[in-house]
């Protein structure tokens, strides 16, 4: 009897280590692979650019007459132009690097009489007559094309001229949510330097870390003239040293820590298109670049199998391409099973609460190579928008946030301040 006992427990413990090792044979393999965000942006220094003009023919500004033009800003962003003072032979208007200052060091915008910061240049490149409705154009030219030089009171022939200030006004208007409006007026008419002005050019550049990424766009003092500003300082002509400043005009954000999470289920484990943020923590993300706290709050959730917050050792955020050095880059190692699939986040460090995000069904495990085109760009919905990178609340340009509360939805593009790049030109998602 008690043989058959063991015969039978020996039996049904064979049978269970067969039915364990056919259980396991059914278990879907753990297969290694590796992702990688990379920052590809070929970014732009300056934020915005443009051109001015009169309404006449030629286009020039007359004495009595004013032109006006809006523009975005964020506080440590400077507003910069040149316009020639065109009964001359290469002066030209310009406020003094790095341009006019738009904000008080407490963050409340500047209006009103800004002529001050405004100076008279001479171009180095032609032999300056007393200025009057007789210059000849082009005139005489230097022999050795000299330098940039403010003309304070007498040119280097002699020639004098009235503070600028006393030639053009300036007057800045507030329009609200960090957008300025500036004319530009032609106050010379009956003075010893009546004048009209050009056809004129104007930018304003990106900061990053506190500092304008192209300070003196326009000119630099004690340089020689460079980028088709001759032709403006010469003749009126601000068309090649527009090119020259739309050329440097575009797109530069860095990408937040990128929040990586690894999940088994049939739906993004953060957000949906159409809902309000949850208030886990994406908002952190969106509008701060901080994923802590939404890692935080996806670790145990059923589902969630990793997460991971990955940052660019040396500058934490991912830095866009910048004068053709290569952008930021981070990668990280992964687990990976039959039906899991990979959710990603990182912020458009540049804007109020814009993201970056797999949309859609996600990553799967089983995809590999360039999965770029499963990022979507997504409004968050938590805070006012601003033109990016010119905001005086996004945080990232040390300012705060304007709240609000709206649906999280996909960003147009274009979009009602600018026209962005294809996102895959912006960030590359690769899986190996």
């Known amino acids: 009897m008690k043989r058959n006992v063991f015969y039978s427990i020996a039996i049904l413990s064979v049978a269970g ?32 650019s443009g051109t001015f003009k009169g309404e006449g023919t030629p286009p020039v500004i007359l004495p009595g007459q004013s032109v006006s033009f809006s523009f975005s800003a964020a506080k440590n962003q400077r507003l ?32 009103g009489d800004v002529s001050a910061q405004v100076k008279l240049w001479d171009n180095g490149t032609r032999i300056n007559q007393a200025p009057g409705a007789a210059v000849m154009h082009p005139g005489t030219p230097e022999a050795t094309p000299k330098s940039i030089k403010e003309v304070s009171g007498k040119d ?14 300036i007057a800045l208007k507030y329009d609200g949510n960090s957008t300025f409006t500036v004319t530009i007026k032609n106050i010379s008419g009956g003075t010893a330097n009546e004048t009209p002005f050009s056809p004129g050019v104007w930018a304003i550049s990106y900061t990053a870390g506190g500092n304008l990424l192209l300070p003196e766009p326009i000119y630099s003092a004690g340089k020689p003239t460079a980028n088709g500003l001759t032709n403006i300082a010469e003749m009126g002509d601000n068309s090649a040293l527009n090119t020259y400043l739309s050329n440097n005009t575009g797109i530069f954000t860095p990408l937040s820590p990128v929040l ?89 460090g540049f ?30 919905g938590t805070a006012v928008n601003q033109f990016p990178g010119a905001g005086v609340t996004q945080a990232n340009l040390a300012g705060t946030p304007l ?17 962005l790049p294809a996102l895959t030109s912006i960030i590359k998602i690769t899986l190996q």
């Open 17 to 48: 280590l067969l039915a364990s090792c056919h259980k396991d044979n059914d278990m879907p393999p753990v297969q290694s692979g590796t992702i990688t965000i990379e920052n590809i942006l070929d970014s732009k220094p300056l934020v915005e």
């Open 156 to 169: 280097d022939f002699g020639n004098n001229y009235l503070p600028a200030s006393k030639l053009m006004n």
């Open 351 to 380: 804007s109020n609460d814009w993201f970056f995000a797999t949309s859609g069904s996600d990553i799967s495990a089983t995809q590999k190579g360039d999965v770029s085109g499963s990022i979507g760009l997504f409004d968050n």
């Open 403 to 419: 709240q609000e509360s709206k649906p999280i939805q996909a960003v147009p593009n274009p979009n009602q301040f600018t026209t």
């Open 260 to 348: 990586v999470v690894v999940y088994n289920g049939d739906s993004n484990p953060f957000f949906k298109t159409g809902e309000n943020d949850r208030g886990e923590g994406l908002k952190d993300l969106a509008q701060k670049g901080n994923a802590d706290i939404l890692a935080a709050a996806l670790k145990g959730k059923a589902g969630i199998k990793n997460v991971y917050i990955l940052k660019d050792p040396a500058n934490t955020v991912l830095l866009p391409k910048i004068n053709g050095a290569a952008g930021g880059k981070v990668s990280q190692a992964l687990s990976l099973q039959q039906g899991d699939k990979i959710a990603i986040a990182t912020m458009y």
């Open 80 to 111: 910069t132009f040149a316009t020639m003072y065109g009964w001359s032979n290469d002066l030209f208007f310009a406020p003094d690097n790095p341009g006019i200052k738009l904000y008080n060091d407490d963050g409340s915008p500047i209006t």
